[in-house]
Nanobody, 129 residues
Framework: QVQLVESGGGLVQAGGSLRLSCAAS????????MGWFRQAPGKEREFVAA????????YYAHAVKGRFTISRDNGKNTVYLQMTSLKPEDTAVYYC??????????????????????WGQGTQVTVSS
């Protein structure tokens, strides 16, 4: 059974930092693009960041660029999202996802949730003001 399990969420004050982890099991994703999305209460799911199979290419939503960093450790089958300078508007459930068909592809594909095949259950991030 393939699973993506997120961890590292929690409550943090504005300006603080958190590091999310996404551990994959059931298959390796070392040849696949992976990403992070988030969904705030009452809002649609939105793209946060994506990373290529090798980790060389990354892509960020404008709202988080310069504050968040996505990385991966293929040896551990794990993807990370380092979040700094957190703002109350970053409050959301954060989801890890994997694209089993592409190692990267077009940048426009990486921000489209329909391009991804596996999703984790999510981890809550709450930023207080």
């Amino acid at each position: 059974q393939v699973q993506l399990v997120e961890s590292g969420g929690g409550l943090v004050q504005a300006g603080g930092s958190l590091r999310l982890s996404c551990a994959a099991s059931g298959r390796t994703f070392s040849n696949n693009a992976m990403g992070w999305f988030r969904q705030a209460p009452g809002k649609e799911r939105e793209f946060v960041a994506a990373i290529s199979w090798s980790g060389v290419s990354t892509y960020y939503a404008h709202a988080v660029k310069g504050r968040f960093t996505i990385s991966r450790d293929n040896g551990k089958n794990t993807v990370y999202l380092q979040m700094t300078s957190l703002k109350p508007e970053d409050t959301a459930v954060y989801y890890c996802t994997a694209d089993v068909h592409k190692g990267w592809g077009f940048v426009s594909e990486r921000s489209d949730g329909n391009e991804y095949d596996y999703w984790g259950q999510g981890t809550q991030v709450t930023v207080s003001s």
